[in-house]
Nanobody, 124 residues
Framework: QVQLVESGGGLVQDGGSLRLSCAAS????????VEWYRQAPGKQRELVAA???????NYADSVTGRFTISRDNGKRRVYLQMNSLKTEDTAVYYC??????????????????WGQGTLVTVSS
């Protein structure tokens, strides 16, 4: 079953903005940690943003100051706000989680779930 569902990709002009969304399936109570990756044509997949268990965030140097990762208070939906987009940002973007809870009283569980990917195309 698909555990993470992504949306929000599309075509945008250089300098524009997009917000990607990653929603938990009904079987997941909460997403405890999450990362956003991207893979451009002919290039390796790279980590662009991460939200850790203590709520701190980390960003790749290439997106620092332009991208923001966030999570709803209910920990069921994660976002990647992308501003000042460049053609170099064109890629398929994936959300990923390694830690979830299956119910409110469960301990944090180790998993390896990926979203289906959403294509972001930035035109010059």
């Amino acid at each position: 079953q698909v555990q993470l569902v992504e949306s929000g990709g599309g075509l945008v002009q250089d300098g524009g903005s997009l917000r990607l969304s990653c929603a938990a399936s009904a079987t997941i109570f909460s997403i405890e940690t999450v990362e956003w990756y991207r893979q451009a044509p002919g290039k390796q997949r790279e980590l662009v943003a991460a939200l850790t268990s203590d709520g701190s965030t980390n960003y790749a140097d290439s997106v620092t100051g332009r991208f923001t990762i966030s999570r709803d208070n209910g920990k069921r939906r994660v976002y990647l706000q992308m501003n000042s987009l460049k053609t170099e940002d064109t890629a398929v973007y994936y959300c990923h989680t390694e830690r979830v809870k299956w119910d409110p009283f469960d301990k944090v569980r180790d998993v390896d779930y990926w979203g289906q990917g959403t294509l972001v195309t930035v035109s010059s």
